[in-house]
């Protein structure tokens, strides 16, 4: 589908229809340990931090650039030892093997801001009501700003009440029209999934002795 000009979406579909990876599409291999594909995994939190374009607001580069250096961290390893990096679980073991955790904390701050996004997309989705800022304010309070320093916790509370209207959101997002709204709805649980998916078993992994440094 052609995305048309100064929109976000391809034409009768949504900006999840324009990710060059999604959540959804991560394969988790059940038979090994629930290993994470690193490649799929980076691309598809890549993928996601262009939801803080759609947001349309400056105060969020701040939470972006945080994602994306978090990811940087994370290819970084993998490109300096590939054989030992097919997975998020092999990438931390092997790191962690040299001594060294620059990628496994890396990773351990990319969940972390992958599950803000979540909690506040989820929240967004169960409180039709609420704005959109009361969503991203509820989600920083509950994921990321109990492991903040007092100097960071302002720029991302900043940000916190920088968003958008919800209705402009969703336009945004591909919800014009008849029926769009209920379309972004349906497509935002649908992506939501597979974000948890991935999520909870990256954490599972991140709380095991063996995992940490």
């Known amino acids: 589908m052609s995305i048309p000009a100064n929109e976000t979406h391809p034409a009768g579909g949504t900006w ?10 991560v394969p988790i291999d059940a038979a090994n340990d629930n290993a994470v594909p690193t490649t799929e995994f980076l691309e598809a939190a890549e993928s996601l931090t262009t939801l803080f374009d759609v947001l349309g607001s400056m105060a969020f580069t701040p939470v972006k650039n945080d994602m994306i250096g978090n990811i940087k961290k994370v290819r970084d390893r993998q490109l300096a030892s590939p054989a030992d990096s097919s997975t998020l679980q092999s ?4 790191e962690l093997a040299t001594k060294k955790h620059t990628a496994s904390e890396g990773l ?11 909690t506040a997309l989820t929240h967004t989705l169960a409180n039709p009501t609420s704005e959109l800022s009361t969503s991203f304010r509820s ?10 320093s007092f100097m960071v916790k302002p720029v991302f509370s900043a940000a916190m009440s920088a968003t958008p209207y919800k209705k402009d959101f969703y336009e945004k997002l591909g919800g014009k029209g008849p029926g769009g709204e209920e379309r972004v709805r349906e497509a935002m649980g649908r992506y939501n999934e597979g974000v948890r998916r991935v999520v909870d078993v990256v954490q599972e992994f991140e709380g095991r002795k063996d995992a940490k440094w």
Not at 16 to 25: A, E, H, I, N, P
Not at 91 to 94: A, E, I, K, R
């Open 91 to 94: 990438l931390v073991l092997n």
């Open 108 to 118: 351990l701050w990319l969940v972390r801001g992958l599950l803000f996004t979540l």
């Open 16 to 25: 999840f229809d324009t990710l060059r990876k999604s959540f959804v599409d």
């Open 139 to 148: 989600a920083y309070t509950t994921t990321l700003k109990p492991h903040h």
